[in-house]
Structure formats: structure tokens, C-alpha cells
């Protein structure tokens, strides 16, 4: 088993490292909130007093932070740069959603110190991170991710090798587009299909087996009552924020500007989700993007 220090215990964060624990790891664990510290620890986890010591004598390092400053800041620029600290051997996994460039740029300064650095972005939400069943975009050597996947394994079903570095996060970003671009078509068709008074479930089967078939139909519906255990029937409350998917579609725009690539329904997308934000929604699932169309 290894010893893996864990910084950034949030809504994800939390739910991977007691999945380490639970796999019979050492999970050195640190977190600026209390709360989630107390929460890793009471299942297993050991403290740490610091990020310094979080990362001193592990085999692994695993982070979860909410933006690309939050990881340029823990590992290149902060008052004590973990790159400064950590030492050969050691693995740095970063599994926060951020743009590419930032994850090339502190894999290169981790390099220049003999270091490995690789970004490991997740999909799946704060249920497949409680389940294990996330699955993981990484971008590596080949070298680096056989000796990540064994650590990913433990949290994810699906290890996905995407190239090297910044890879895992251009991967992200088009997945999360594309969600978007499938939560809000669903939304528009299933509010037009409630207005023509058909019953939301009986539509969404047929959806189903039909043409019209995808994921936020299968498994994640954004009507009330018509799945049972999804945000949509626990007044949107848990699963991911209209927040962060406003966020990770920024990050979609500014790859997609860095690559000259036309992403008219990404952009369409980001203007409903920016528009379903500013009426006070940022907090809810982002499947409440249904909202939008039953308020208008």
C-alpha cells in the first residue's frame, strides 16, 4: 500500500481520499476547512499541520482545488512552493479542473526540479466520487500514468490515458461542453413537450428509445419526480453546481479561442448557463438549467 498525501477535501476531494482509505491506503490529508479535514480523519485519515507536510515522505500527491491559480499557487508561487519541497520519486497527481496551460506550466516547472507532475482531471460528480466510480482524464507520459492508474483505480472505474500533458484537460473541457450543450437541448425539448401537454416521464422514454437517446435522459433527468436519487427530485440540491459548469465552460471558450475552433452551440450553451446564474441559480445542479425555460 502507499503513503498519499491529499490536498483539497471538498465536495470531491473528500469523498476520493476516504476511497483511498477504504482501499487500504495512507492518506496524509489537508484542507484550510476544518470541517473536511474532521470528516477524512474521522474515517481513517491522518492530519497533517500543513500542505508542506502533507507532501513530506509520501509515495503520492493527490490535489483538489477549485481553479488553476488555487494549483499555480500550491506547487510554483505561493510563500512555500511545494515544488521547493517535494522530493524525487514522488508522483503529483492534480485532479482539479483547470485550463491546459497552467497544468503545462507547473508540469514544466516540476520537471525542471526531476519531478513528475501529471493532470488527472474527473468526471462523474460528487456521486461517482462517494461511489468510486469516477472516471479520470489524464494527461502523462505512459511511464507516469501505469504508475498512476493503480492510485486512480481505487476512486475511478474508467482510467483514460487522453496524451500528454494538459491533455487530461483539454479532454475535460470538451466533455463538459458537451454536457452543457446535452443538459440544456434535453431541457428545451422536454419544456416544449410539457407545453403541449405530454407527461414528462412518458416523453422521456420514448426520448429514450428513440433517436433523441442521451445521457441526461438516461440517468440524470432534469424534471422533477421523473427519476428517482438525481438533483432534479431533491430540488437540485447536491450533484454539480451551475457554478462550476459555468466555469468549465469558460475554460471551453478559451481553448477553443487558443485553437481557432468554432464552438457556436458551446457558445449558446455558456450564454444560458451564465443567464440561469445571474437569476441566483449558481448553486443549484446544473440540470435546474430547466428553469430557465419553464420561468421564460
Not at 471538498?10 to 491506503?25: Q, R, S, Y
Not at 471558450?253 to 475552433?261: A, G, I, R, T, V
Request: charged share 15%; hydrophobic share 45%; net charge negative.
Amino acid at each position: 500500500m502507499a503513503i498519499i498525501g491529499f490536498i483539497g477535501l471538498g465536495n470531491m476531494g473528500g469523498p476520493m481520499a476516504i476511497n483511498l482509505l477504504k482501499a487500504g491506503h495512507d492518506v496524509k490529508v489537508f484542507d484550510l476547512s476544518a470541517l473536511a479535514l474532521e470528516q477524512v480523519v474521522s474515517k481513517g485519515g491522518k492530519a497533517a499541520a500543513s500542505a508542506v507536510d502533507a507532501v513530506t515522505k509520501v509515495d503520492f500527491i493527490i490535489s483538489m482545488l477549485p481553479a488553476g491559480q488555487h494549483v499555480q499557487e500550491l506547487y510554483q508561487t505561493g510563500d512555500t512552493p511545494l515544488l521547493n519541497v517535494i522530493t524525487k520519486n514522488t508522483l503529483i497527481i492534480d485532479c482539479s479542473t483547470i485550463d491546459a496551460m497552467t497544468a503545462q506550466r507547473v508540469c514544466t516547472a516540476a520537471s525542471d526540479r526531476g519531478l513528475d507532475f501529471i493532470d488527472a482531471p474527473v468526471s462523474g460528480g460528487v456521486g461517482g466520487a462517494v461511489a468510486g466510480s469516477l472516471a479520470f482524464m489524464v494527461g502523462a507520459t505512459e511511464e507516469q500514468f501505469l504508475k498512476a492508474k493503480p492510485i486512480l483505480e481505487c476512486m475511478g472505474n474508467n482510467i483514460f490515458h487522453a496524451g500528454q500533458s494538459g491533455a487530461g484537460q483539454i479532454a475535460k473541457a470538451c466533455n463538459n461542453m458537451m454536457l452543457s450543450i446535452l443538459m440544456a437541448g434535453t431541457s428545451e425539448a422536454l419544456n416544449m413537450g410539457m407545453r403541449n401537454g405530454l407527461d414528462p416521464a412518458i416523453l422521456s422514454e420514448i426520448m429514450k428509445q428513440s433517436s433523441g437517446n442521451n445521457w441526461a435522459l438516461q440517468v440524470y433527468n432534469p424534471v422533477p419526480g421523473v427519476m428517482e436519487a438525481v438533483p432534479s427530485s431533491n430540488n437540485y440540491q447536491g450533484g454539480f453546481q451551475v457554478d462550476l459548469m459555468f466555469k468549465d465552460l469558460g475554460l471551453a471558450m478559451e481553448l477553443s479561442q487558443q485553437s481557432n475552433s468554432p464552438v457556436p452551440m458551446g457558445s449558446v450553451a455558456r450564454s444560458l448557463f451564465s443567464l440561469h446564474k445571474s437569476k441566483g441559480n449558481g448553486k443549484l445542479d446544473f440540470s435546474s438549467v430547466i428553469k430557465l425555460y419553464q420561468d421564460s
